[in-house]
């Protein structure tokens, strides 16, 4: 579903120095985790901060994954729901995550390397369940 704000960024140049981010909103059951920009692009050593809205309806925490060109998602890390402390991944050290209020989170790179360009997505469990499912 588009709600006509949404950008398909494709074919563009960008200088060497830079780099490019791209967010797409992710979209879970009837409730809708809304990533408010669809690209950034920063310098190197420069911090970047991604925002995600929208975690009425999910389950106990809020994921971020990156993804790269031909590679898998990685997750890079989760937070609870209720904020606190994220459980980072493995190679994401740098990466720092923050509830901003109830219904807002955030992803910080502080010092934006090379290799950390990507696309970011936010993501979370729904449950639900199907009365008319048999075993």
């Known amino acids: 579903m588009f709600t006509g704000k949404e950008r398909s960024v494709t074919n563009m140049a960008f200088p060497s120095a830079s780099l490019v981010f791209v967010l797409l909103p992710v979209v879970m059951a009837a409730d809708r985790l809304i990533q408010d920009k669809t690209s ?9 901060l991604f ?3 929208g975690s009425t309806g999910c389950n106990g925490y809020i994921h971020w994954y990156q ?3 031909g590679e898998a998602f990685k997750r890079i890390l989760y937070i609870a729901l209720g904020g606190g402390n994220p459980t980072k991944d493995t190679g994401f050290d740098r990466f720092l995550a ?8 955030k992803l ?10 990507a696309t970011y997505y936010c ?10 499912a048999t075993d």
């Open 98 to 105: 923050e509830k901003e209020n109830p219904d807002t989170f």
């Open 40 to 48: 950034v692009t920063r310098s190197k050593d420069k911090p970047v």
């Open 123 to 132: 993501a979370c469990w729904v449950s639900h369940s199907d009365r008319d």
């Open 51 to 53: 925002t995600c809205k």
């Open 108 to 117: 910080r790179i502080p010092n934006l390397q090379t290799s950390d360009s």
């Open 67 to 69: 993804k790269k060109d």
